[in-house]
């Protein structure tokens, strides 16, 4: 027996195009980036960064505003916690998630000041610190960033097009080719996954 066809209402028909029309464009950005071998080399030079970090016990610190705050917090889990499979917990954390520090002193410095302060107090000599601004100019992150590299440690930097203000002050930049925000936000995303994975695979080669 054949299905009976029901008709979508307008708007309905309207959602559709547009979730398709969207996902046509994740698509198109991630084969781009699939098709740029720079992007592919740079993605695994950080992962080297932070391995080296890691197995000379530093540890990798992240920053970002807003949807990039939730997938800097997103992906240091995946290091502190697990990623694939069960193996001890890697040194990393956002540092945003102490709301009562965030508040205190985005009110008594200013929010410029609240990633570059906690940077000066816990990064060390030799640790990572990765920074995700879409736009590359939030002034937060670039000021971290540059704190980051006077202390010693390595910067990297997830970016739209164009890499920013934040360019200048990243050992590794990863630019991705799009001014989209959710676009650019989503491909983080899944080469910062892909970062946690490799990582978490050379640091704990799993057993055969």
């Known amino acids: 027996m054949g299905r009976v066809g029901i008709a979508l ?22 084969e781009a980036v699939l098709a740029d071998e720079s992007i592919l080399a740079l993605s695994e030079r950080a992962a080297q960064v932070c391995i080296s970090s890691l197995k000379g016990d530093g540890s990798i610190l992240w920053c970002g505003n807003g949807g990039s ?15 694939y499979y069960d193996r001890p917990p890697l040194r990393s954390e956002a540092l945003h998630v102490n709301t009562s520090y965030l508040t205190a002193v985005g009110n008594d410095y200013g929010y410029d000041m609240v990633f570059e302060r906690l940077a000066r107090g816990q990064l060390r000599e030799g ?10 100019n939030s002034t937060n992150i670039v000021r971290a960033m540059q704190t980051a590299r006077e202390i010693g440690a390595h910067t990297i930097a997830f970016t739209g097009k164009g890499g920013g203000a934040v360019a200048q002050h990243a050992d590794v930049l ?35």
Not at 69 to 83: I, K, N, P, V, Y
Not at 127 to 136: E, F, H, P, R, W
Not at 189 to 205: D, Q, R, V, W
Request: include cysteine.
């Open 9 to 30: 209402p307008l708007h309905s028909k309207l959602l559709f195009l547009l979730i398709s029309n969207r996902l046509q464009a994740a698509i198109k950005l991630k």
């Open 69 to 83: 705050a939730a997938d800097a917090q997103h992906l240091s889990a995946e290091l502190t916690g697990r990623f």
């Open 127 to 136: 640790d990572v610190l990765i920074g995700l601004s879409t736009s590359g």
């Open 174 to 208: 990863i630019e991705i080719p799009s001014t989209d925000t959710p676009r650019i936000q989503e491909v983080h995303m899944f080469l910062g996954h892909c970062l946690c994975e490799i990582i978490e695979a050379t640091m704990f080669p799993k057993k055969t």
